[in-house]
């Protein structure tokens, strides 16, 4: 069965600063995508990046950027230049055949 | 683009009556839709998968006869509380997802169900 584990419950960084999340996902899948949610005090989930297994390349989206390392099956997103609108819960998500599995969630602080 | 809808944002019951929660996806078609439930600060757990036109697909542990999911048409999958406990207190999620998979799932807003 996939599983997707985020190690670090809770995270804090200064403003302005860089800030990396860890994900490691496991599964005997080939073919499959993954994702970065963010979850505000709103609690609406939202996108933040996305990344497909088959691409080497790592998926960037402005001030988010992701380090995918497919052998060792790991996922971590970096945020850099840290602002107080990105504090917020950060889930991991795996997509794979049949269907999305979610990380235990970091929450991340953002310190002024 | 991708714009999920969610309905009621928050409701407040008494116990043994029935709530419904309405997810719709305006923008595009999704002939499958999730259910999610949400304890304050875990991660989501499926409860259900909603298919257009058949019966939902429901993970372990999860009782149908109390989350009733109907998806009606390819915009349209409704929760239905069945004679709601405090224990059913909790916040609920849709998602949905467009025809690519890369696209990944896009979200309700969230419904807060507060049993009393």
């Known amino acids: 069965a996939q599983t997707v584990t985020q190690s670090q419950p809770e995270m804090s960084v200064q403003e302005a600063e860089t800030v990396t999340l860890s994900c490691t996902y496991d599964?005997?899948?080939?073919?499959?995508?993954l994702f970065w949610y963010k979850q505000p005090p709103s609690r609406q989930m939202i996108l933040v990046i996305r990344?497909?297994?088959?691409?080497?390349q790592n998926a960037t989206e402005n001030r988010f950027s992701v380090n995918f390392q497919k052998a060792a099956k790991s996922f971590s997103l970096k945020i850099s230049d840290s602002q107080l609108g990105d504090a917020a819960m950060y889930f991991c998500a795996y997509r794979g055949r049949n269907q999305f599995y979610f990380g235990t969630g970091t929450s991340l602080t953002v310190i002024p | 683009g991708a714009v999920v809808s969610q309905h009621p944002s928050r409701v407040i019951c008494k116990s043994g009556t029935s709530v419904k929660i309405e997810c719709r996806s305006l923008d595009f078609q999704a002939t499958t839709m999730f259910w999610y439930r949400q304890f304050p600060k875990k991660s989501l757990m499926l409860m259900a998968t909603s298919n257009e036109g058949s019966k939902a697909t429901y993970e372990q542990g999860v009782e149908k006869d109390k989350f009733l999911i109907n998806h009606a048409s390819l915009t349209l999958s409704t929760l239905t509380v069945t004679s709601a406990h405090p224990e059913d207190s909790s916040f609920y999620i849709c998602?949905?997802?467009?025809?690519?998979?890369?696209?990944?799932?896009?979200f309700g807003s969230g419904t807060q169900l507060s049993v009393l």
């Open positions: 990344q497909e297994a088959y691409k080497q």
């Open positions: 998602s949905a997802r467009p025809g690519q998979d890369v696209l990944g799932l896009f």
């Open positions: 599964t005997s899948e080939s073919d499959y995508y």
